[in-house]
């Protein structure tokens, strides 16, 4: 089996430059590159060398956006998660609820600023970005579903 070691650090890396707490990009750059179907909590403490406070909140930050799930192991008394199917999608989907607050968020600002002035017009510029994601985000998953199932 290949050393994954520094390709899963590299990821970790990219996934904290895009937002995620350092402790949470290396778990989930864990359970990406895991040659098993599933891992425990003290597995990723032992491998990533960080507190099992550090791999809890990570595991249950993860869980919460749908990314892992906790899995049935027979015969083990720990806690087994793994990847979950579709997690990128299952994601994206999730994200909806965020995408319509900051829309909302955008659409109180322009009342509050007044729609002509520049603060208005920039929050105007931001209530549209977010309305057309919203908008489009349920079909470009759907379309990503139908051509992910078309492939295999």
Do not use: C
């Not at 989930?28 to 406070?53: H, K, R, W």
């Amino acid at each position: 089996m290949a050393d994954t070691t520094d390709a899963a650090e590299r990821m970790a890396l990219t996934l904290e430059r895009g937002g995620l707490q350092k402790a949470t990009a290396r778990v989930m750059a864990a359970f990406l590159f895991t040659g098993n179907d599933s891992v425990t909590a003290p597995e990723l403490v032992d491998q990533l060398g960080i507190s099992s406070g550090s791999v809890s909140g990570a595991v249950r930050m993860l869980s919460t956006v749908g990314l892992i799930e906790r899995v049935p192991a027979p015969g083990s008394r720990r806690e087994h998660y793994r990847l979950r199917e579709g997690a990128w999608a299952t994601l994206m989907s999730s994200q909806n609820g965020l995408v319509q607050a900051m829309f909302e968020a955008a659409d109180e600002g322009i009342k509050a600023a007044g729609g002509e002035s520049p603060a208005g017009r920039r929050l105007a510029e931001m209530r549209d970005f977010y309305g057309f994601m919203f908008r489009e985000l349920p079909a470009l998953v759907e379309r990503w579903r139908t051509e992910r199932h078309a492939d295999s």
